[in-house]
């Protein structure tokens, strides 16, 4: 798989295992999906959908719990690995996500301080102010990219890493003063066990900013070569920024609102399809989804597996296997990440 890349003698081997891969993604997105409706506590199995089950309400559980799930890792999955995605393009760096960059982070803040300032706002109030502060985050980060003398491989997330770390330690210094640590470890621990009917429609706002990703994805693609050769195509580079800068905000925002912080998502994802595809962002953003989702499925039937019936927190198996595949696309020999 590794040699399709990119090689520059690409059509005639690259193209039917690239068509392989992509049957696979979607073959293992329909089967996982499935799965998900089925894995639980409660008896929702086929046969029980037919018969009523024990307690006659497998139907009922299905469609205020299981489908909203599936639904809600679907588009957790496909538009944190697209903002990923976007993010990387906007600082020309494969090792930057909302993870890495202080977003996330900035994200947490604004819910500190909705839970401070305003704790009846509604839940859609809530994403807004976190949104906002997210877009901060996002412009202080690609504010201090740009007054970085040096832009090594490694640096440049180093300071996204420092930025975070100072941002969540000012939230959680707040939070401990204001008694606030419990319930701030709510939103910053990334599972799905309270997902349900009326707790996961916020993340369509989240699947919006994916469309309109891969509406502006040539733009991005054009982004990601700098600024100078996007100028000089014509290209308006402080308003596709601007979008980008909403895209990763929002999706954020909504994501934490939903399910909490999800690490390493964003990162991964990209890295693998660049792989695959290479670096054309409208021909990858469709792959980006799809693996996503594919990678957060399968993680959180993972998650409600291995202590069944007790359920692990998605955040710490996505890290798991994160970090293992970010070592390996480290570690892999020929590495092509820049």
């Given amino acids: ?111 500190l301080v909705t839970m401070v300032l305003w704790p009846g706002m509604a839940l859609l109030g809530k994403m807004g102010v976190a949104a906002g502060f997210a877009l901060l985050g996002t412009w202080v980060f690609l504010r201090i990219i740009r007054a970085v003398p040096v832009r090594q491989l490694v640096l440049v997330p180093l300071v996204g890493i420092m930025l975070g770390g100072v941002v969540a330690a000012v939230t959680t210094f707040f939070a401990y003063r204001l008694d606030l640590l419990q319930s701030l470890g709510q939103w910053a621990q990334g599972s799905f066990a309270g997902v349900m009917q009326g707790r996961y429609e916020f993340l369509w706002v989240a699947g919006l900013m994916g469309v309109i990703a891969w509406i502006a994805a040539d733009r991005f693609s054009v982004i990601g070569l700098g600024e100078e050769f996007a100028t000089n195509l014509g290209l308006d580079y402080r308003r596709v920024v601007a979008i980008g800068m909403v895209i990763i905000a929002v999706t954020t925002a909504a994501v934490l609102v939903t399910a909490g912080m999800i690490p390493f998502l964003g990162l991964v994802v990209p890295n693998i399809v660049s792989l695959i595809i290479g670096d054309n962002v409208r021909r990858s953003i469709p792959w980006v989804a799809g693996l996503g989702a594919v990678f957060v499925v399968a993680c959180d039937i993972l998650a409600r597996v291995l202590r069944f019936p007790y359920e692990i927190p998605l955040s710490v198996i996505v890290g798991i296997v994160g970090a293992a595949l970010f070592l390996w696309l480290l570690l892999r020999k020929g590495s092509r990440a820049h």
Wanted: hydrophobic letters at 55%; proline letters at 5%; aromatic letters at 4%.
């Fill in 1 to 111: 798989m590794t040699a399709i890349a990119t090689s520059t003698g690409v059509p005639v081997q690259a193209r039917p295992r690239r068509a392989w891969a992509g049957a696979l993604i979607g073959v293992a997105l329909l089967v996982l999906s499935v799965a998900s409706l089925f894995i639980g506590v409660s008896d929702v199995s086929p046969l029980a959908l037919v018969t009523g089950g024990p307690d006659g309400r497998a139907a009922f559980l299905l469609i205020v719990s299981r489908i909203p799930r599936t639904l809600a890792l679907l588009l957790v999955g496909a538009t944190l690995a697209i903002a990923g995605l976007i993010m990387q393009m906007l600082v020309r760096n494969r090792f930057v996500e909302p993870g890495t960059t202080g977003v996330s982070e900035f994200a947490t803040l604004g819910m």
